[in-house]
């Protein structure tokens, strides 16, 4: 297990509606990445949060939008949800190493959003 | 744009044999790459990293191979078990943020 924890684990939702998804980090890691999985494909990136600020988004609307708290944790939320918007949402942390130099990032067992 | 591909969606082998995953990145300027296992209802688990100036390099049972000159990475696993068995992505790092992944490899052990 990684220490990354989300809830909640299931989610059933309606096209429209709003969803708010949550993060701890690991203990010890500020940045937290956010990631869209659909069924049967990887991982994509949604955007990044270091320092209570987005720092980096992927190819997303804007209504994914997140925060940052000072204990690390991370909020993901979803406004006017689409039925494609069903997928698994995974939190990755990490600790940014020396400058410029990239660290491995650790993800929590992600939240499963189904919008009908 | 950026893809990071896998050749074999599905490779099958024997318990006891060693396992090759192959993966091929597109974007020359990605200088860190990791090899995730992620077993049915969990996250992706990490295995392995390599930084773009090695191109090699050895763990428990695994060795991750980089050619960045044909933008190759390939993951073998030694004496594959049947825990094992999971699908496995290949990601690249374009940039400070974000990971680049593929579509994944379905590894399947038979005992």
């Known amino acids: 297990e990684t220490g990354v924890t989300q809830s909640p684990t299931h989610l059933i939702k309606t096209r429209g509606q709003q969803v708010t998804l949550r993060c701890s980090s690991q203990s010890g890691h500020n940045t937290v990445s956010w990631y869209q999985q659909a069924l049967g494909q990887g991982p994509q990136f949604i955007f990044q949060?270091?320092?209570?600020?987005?720092?980096g988004r992927g190819n997303f609307p804007p209504r994914f939008s997140g925060l940052q708290f000072p204990n690390y944790s991370s909020e993901l939320n979803v406004n006017a949800l689409e039925l494609d918007d069903s997928a698994l949402y995974l939190c990755a942390s990490s600790f940014p190493g020396l400058a410029g130099v990239s660290s491995e990032q650790y993800f929590g067992p992600g939240t499963r959003l189904t919008v009908t | 744009g950026e893809s990071v591909g896998l050749h074999l969606p599905t490779l099958s082998v024997q318990e006891g044999d060693n396992s090759i995953i192959n993966c091929a990145y597109s974007n020359s300027a990605s200088d860190y790459f990791i090899w995730y296992k992620q077993e049915s209802g969990k996250g992706p688990q990490f295995i392995i990293d390599i930084r773009s100036n090695m191109d090699k390099r050895q763990g428990q049972r695994v060795t991750v191979l980089l050619n960045k000159t044909v933008k190759h990475l390939s993951l073998q696993i030694a004496a594959t078990q049947p825990g094992d068995s999971a699908v496995y992505f290949c990601?690249?790092?374009?940039?400070?943020?974000?990971?680049?992944f593929g579509t994944g490899t379905r590894l399947l052990v038979s005992p």
């Open positions: 990601a690249e790092k374009p940039s400070f943020q974000k990971l680049v």
């Open positions: 949060y270091y320092r209570e600020e987005e720092n």
